[in-house]
Nanobody
Framework: QVQLVESGGGLLQAGGSLTLSCAAS????????VAWFRQAPGKEREFVATSNWRGGDPEYADSVKGRFAISRDNAKRMVWLQMNRLKPEDTAVYYC????????????????WGQGTQVTVSA
């Protein structure tokens, strides 16, 4: 199993940048694909970004493509989400999630979740 803890959320103005971190524990972290999801108030949770277990083949939601970047360091058991040119519509609780198997963008394919970190972007 793997345990995930997100950090790095905060309050900032539109146009700013923020990096979220996801710290993983578990001896086989490199076996897991990790993705970022987010859930805005009153909305369903949605896919944001993912990559394979090596950190390659990144995929992004259209709404964040060109602004967000996912990266990971298996030796440090860390995954990051660099968010640039933030918009008010990026306001949400951001979650990292992990799974073994093929890379997926559907939340129902992920078995392990962190507790989430709040990102609030003001206009």
């Amino acid at each position: 199993q793997v345990q995930l803890v997100e950090s790095g959320g905060g309050l900032l103005q539109a146009g700013g940048s923020l990096t979220l971190s996801c710290a993983a524990s578990g001896r086989t972290f490199e076996s897991y694909h990790v993705a970022w999801f987010r859930q805005a108030p009153g909305k369903e949770r949605e896919f944001v970004a993912t990559s394979n277990w090596r950190g390659g083949d990144p995929e992004y939601a259209d709404s964040v493509k060109g602004r967000f970047a996912i990266s990971r360091d298996n030796a440090k058991r860390m995954v990051w989400l660099q968010m640039n040119r933030l918009k008010p519509e990026d306001t949400a609780v951001y979650y990292c999630a992990a799974r073994i198997g093929a890379v997926k963008t559907n939340e129902y394919n992920y078995d392990f979740w962190g507790q989430g970190t709040q990102v609030t972007v003001s206009a």
